[in-house]
């Protein structure tokens, strides 16, 4: 893949990881231990999407430096 696909891939998957993040957090706070629900889903949902998404913008982070390593 072209680096500039991977830069782009991973600095959207960082915003949408964060954005997931604070999703998450903002409702755990708003009702206490059982947090609100949002579209049916709860707040440990968001926070491990947020995982997932982190972990993927780092390793297409990686894969960006090393194809720019390569030529």
């Known amino acids: 893949m072209c680096r500039a696909v991977?830069?782009?891939l991973g600095y959207f998957?960082?915003?949408?990881?964060?954005?997931?993040?604070?999703?998450?957090v903002v409702l755990r706070?708003?009702?206490g231990a059982g947090?609100?629900?949002?579209?049916?889903?709860?707040?440990?949902?968001?926070v491990k999407f947020a995982e997932?998404?982190?972990?993927?913008?780092?390793a297409l982070g990686i894969a960006?430096?090393?194809?720019g390593k390569k030529k």
């Open 52 to 58: 997932a998404c982190f972990l993927f913008a780092i």
């Open 13 to 24: 998957l960082g915003a949408v990881g964060g954005i997931s993040l604070v999703m998450g």
């Open 35 to 46: 947090g609100a629900i949002m579209f049916n889903i709860i707040p440990v949902s968001y």
């Open 6 to 8: 991977l830069k782009a």
């Open 64 to 67: 960006a430096v090393l194809q």
């Open 29 to 31: 706070l708003a009702k």
